[in-house]
């Protein structure tokens, strides 16, 4: 069995003028959203095993709070540079190349891509998943590279808990 966790990283900020998109930090509402979510899912299932991000400043800092409220050590945080795409198939690329030795995962990365492979790979249909969603897949598998239809066993979106 393989569990994997897809968040979609917070609510970034538009504030700041002249800086590139892979360069924009969250808003103070992102920070409060990503410790919120981080804080329900560390009550709710272990540790993953490996957390995994996109190179986007708004990713990492989303991944980083995550790790603080997993206790996960930041120096352990794997950062994917193919992940800072707004297509699913370099999620899935990412997700299938995972270590075996790995049952769980986490991942912080963009919609599009989050919705179109929530959608492919989960039993739950979703319109959209929200900044800082989270969604949780089971697979029935030893193999990251051989998943198919999962089984949707969490979605938490911020808007749950205001």
């Known amino acids: 069995m393989k569990t994997l966790y897809i968040v979609r990283h917070a609510k970034s900020s538009w504030e700041y003028e002249g ?10 509402r992102g920070i409060n959203d990503a410790y919120l979510i981080s804080n329900v899912l560390q009550k709710k299932v272990a540790c993953p095993d490996v957390f995994v991000s996109s190179c986007a400043n708004r990713a990492l800092h989303t991944a980083m709070i995550f790790s603080y409220t997993f206790n996960y050590p930041l120096a352990n945080i794997k950062i994917n540079k193919s992940l800072y795409s707004f297509s699913d198939g370099y999620l ?40 800082c ?22 979605t938490e979106f911020p808007k749950h808990y205001k």
């Open 133 to 154: 969603g989270v969604i949780g897949i089971k697979f029935d598998t030893s193999y990251w590279k051989n998943i198919k239809m999962g089984k949707t066993f969490i």
């Open 19 to 28: 800086i590139k998109d892979i360069d924009r930090p969250l808003k103070k």
């Open 92 to 131: 899935i690329k990412t997700v299938k190349a995972l270590d075996d030795g790995f049952d769980s995962a986490i991942i912080f990365s963009h919609d599009h891509g989050i919705s179109t492979f929530v959608n492919k790979f989960g039993s739950l249909e979703l319109d959209h998943v929200p900044t």
